[in-house]
T-cell receptor
């Protein structure tokens, strides 16, 4: 049973527009949420995170929103740039410091 | 974030041989190290978690006798794929975490191809 779901396997966005990546989880005990970006044949790169006590965290073009009641988090990238094309994984941390990963969403930024 | 290296970045070997992959945390005391594998177009699959000085904890379905993990120090963990077979061909990635931190920092990955 998947505890973390990224229901969109891919997303195509025009350069300059907003990219919104979504992630849903089932375990209400998760207390920390992270987004990673991954290029082919490379390890994931940490992007941004949010604690369960917050509902928003912003870092430059990247903002993560957390809706605990809906068990939903999203990553907003604005404006989207060609270099943002990658696979984005959300990960949720449990009490054992293990990260439970979503399946990833491939973001394609069209010029 | 932490700087994590993996060696080798790419290895090709014959079926039946063993391959060792190193993961080094260059500027970070990695109290916990994780090993993942990723098949093409699939998500990361956690194989095992190791704490420095302790035996690794393997995920269900991962053979501990086939994938030997050693976490000898706060900066080095090794994964040995024993008697590799073509189905072991995959992208292996390590990550590190320091005590008290939530984030994991990843190495660049190792592409293993077993002929």
């Amino acid at each position: 049973d998947q505890q973390v779901k990224q229901n969109s396997p891919s997303l195509s966005v025009q350069e300059g527009r907003i990219s919104i990546l979504n992630c849903d989880y089932t375990n209400s005990m998760f207390d920390y949420f992270l987004w990673y970006k991954k290029y082919p044949a490379e390890g994931p790169t940490f992007l941004i995170s949010i604690s369960s006590i917050k509902d928003k965290n912003e870092d430059g073009r990247f903002t993560v929103f957390l809706n605990k009641s809906a068990k939903h988090l999203s990553l907003h990238i604005v404006p989207s740039q060609p270099g943002d094309s990658a696979v984005y994984f959300c990960a949720c941390k449990d009490s054992n410091y293990q990260l439970i990963w979503g399946a990833g969403t491939k973001l394609i930024i069209k010029p | 974030g932490a700087v994590v290296s993996q060696h080798p970045s790419w290895v090709i070997c014959k079926s039946g041989t063993s391959v060792k992959i190193e993961c080094r945390s260059l500027d970070f005391q990695a109290t916990t190290m994780f090993w993942y594998r990723q098949f093409p177009k699939q998500s990361l699959m956690l194989m095992a978690t190791s704490n420095e000085g302790s035996k690794a904890t393997y995920e269900q379905g991962v053979e501990k006798d086939k994938f030997l993990i050693n976490h000898a120090s706060l900066t080095l963990s090794t994964l040995t794929v024993t008697s590799a077979h073509p189905e072991d061909s995959s992208f292996y990635i390590c990550s590190v975490r320091a005590r008290g931190y939530n984030e994991q920092f990843f190495g660049p990955g190792t592409r293993l191809t077993v002929l």
